[in-house]
Structure formats: structure tokens, C-alpha cells
């Protein structure tokens, strides 16, 4: 079955802590990793998708890495605007269709 | 462009009655999709539609859940009877196709009484 593991649960950094959220994964067969975020009460928003190992996306303080069994999310130089929930997603094949399978996510939350 | 439109935002009913949300995805969005989100857990797929077709639907309680996409635009999702354990947010979301970005719309918040 499936699985994506996201850790750790909850997250508290001071303003300016850098940090790294993990997500990892067993999948039969990835065709591609989402990261996402997700604020209360709001929908999920996308940030990154990652398709093969090595690969590195970069937006502003986050920056999202792929190796063949997990997935870090960078966060350098924190502010309380990061705080959020952040989801991993795999992107599976199963059956002939694509399937999105999401972890629990990590809240972040970032004091002043 | 204009997000995932998802209403209502809030519904509060009675165990074994009945309840619908409805969802207008982005324009030009192929494929539609309904999530279960539980408080403190990561959505779940309950459908997925590729214009008026089901893709899938493996996860979708069918005794009780129903779903329709009329003309492959806008999407409808029934529940019948409701039970205690439906309480969740109902996430809706588009995308150009089966390999892009999900895009999200705020979510219907589901009570259960």
C-alpha cells in the first residue's frame, strides 16, 4: 500500500531559525512529488512538484529537494508568514490511473 | 484567473439526513476532483472526474456518497444518509490534466450532529 510519512507532526521556530520539514514515501511507482500549503480554513495552495531524484525547486525561503525514498522542504530564514500546514503528495499509478496520495502534513508555525 | 468555487462554506445537519456542496472548477480544467479532509489528517481522494467521465471512484462510499459532473463543468457531491464520521471539509479541485498542479478551492465544512 501506498504511504507517505511527513515528520515531525508540529513545528516551532523563532523568526530567522532555519529548518527542514521531511516527507517520506513507499510508493510502487512515483511519477511525481507536490508539496503544498495550506493556511486555516483555506484550500491547499501548490508550491512545488518534483519528478526525479536530485532534483531541486527554490521559491523565495523554501527550497524542495528529492531523493529516491524522501523529500526535504528547506525553510531559510523563517517569518510568522511561513506558518502554515505543510503537505507532501506522491503521485502514483495505480490500475492504469493516477492517484495524488497526501500525508498528514507538518504545522509550521514561526514566532516573532 | 478565477479559483475553485466551492458552496456553501459551512453546513451543519443531523445524522441521517441528507446534505449536497457544489464546486465550479477553473475554466478550462479538464479534470475535477473531491477530497475528504478529517481534522488533522491529509485530504483523501473520494472521486475524480476527467471532463464528464469518472476516472475514479475506488475510495467513494457508494452506499451513501454520490457524485456528478454535468456537462464536464461544474460538479455536485451528495451524501445519504449522513453519519457522525462525514464530519470533515470537502476539498474540490481542478486541473488542466491528470499530471498537473491541483488547484483548490476553499472547502465546505461538514457537521454532523
Known amino acids: 500500500e501506498d504511504q507517505v510519512t511527513q515528520s515531525p507532526e508540529a513545528l516551532r521556530l523563532q523568526e530567522g531559525e532555519s529548518s527542514s520539514l521531511n516527507c517520506s514515501y513507499t510508493?510502487?511507482?512515483?511519477?511525481?512529488l507536490f508539496w503544498y500549503r495550506q493556511d486555516p480554513g483555506k484550500g491547499p495552495e501548490f508550491l512545488f512538484t518534483?519528478?526525479?531524484a536530485g532534483e531541486e525547486k527554490e521559491k523565495e525561503r523554501l527550497k524542495a529537494t528529492l531523493t529516491k525514498k524522501e523529500s526535504f522542504l528547506h525553510i531559510t530564514a523563517p517569518k510568522p508568514e511561513d506558518s502554515a500546514t505543510y503537505l507532501c503528495?506522491?503521485?502514483?499509478?495505480?490500475?492504469?490511473?493516477?492517484?495524488?496520495?497526501f500525508g498528514k502534513g507538518t504545522k509550521l508555525t514561526v514566532n516573532p | 484567473e478565477a479559483g475553485v468555487a466551492q458552496s456553501p462554506r459551512y453546513k451543519i445537519i443531523e445524522k441521517r439526513q441528507s446534505v449536497a456542496f457544489w464546486c465550479n472548477p477553473i475554466?478550462?480544467?479538464?479534470?475535477l476532483y473531491w477530497y475528504q479532509q478529517i481534522l488533522g489528517q491529509g485530504p483523501k481522494l473520494l472521486i475524480q472526474f476527467q471532463n464528464n467521465g469518472v476516472v475514479d471512484d475506488s475510495q467513494l462510499p457508494k452506499d451513501r456518497f454520490s457524485a456528478e459532473r454535468l456537462k464536464g463543468v461544474d460538479s455536485t457531491l451528495k451524501i445519504q444518509p449522513a453519519k457522525l464520521e462525514d464530519s470533515a471539509v470537502y476539498l474540490c479541485?481542478?486541473?488542466?490534466?491528470?499530471?498537473?498542479?491541483?488547484?483548490f478551492g476553499n472547502g465546505t465544512r461538514l457537521t454532523v450532529t
Open positions: 518534483l519528478y526525479s
Open positions: 475554466s478550462g480544467h479538464a479534470t
Open positions: 479541485a481542478s486541473s488542466w490534466d491528470r499530471n498537473s498542479p491541483l488547484h
Open positions: 510508493v510502487s511507482g512515483l511519477r511525481g
Open positions: 503528495a506522491v503521485q502514483t499509478t495505480q490500475g492504469g490511473s493516477e492517484k495524488l496520495v
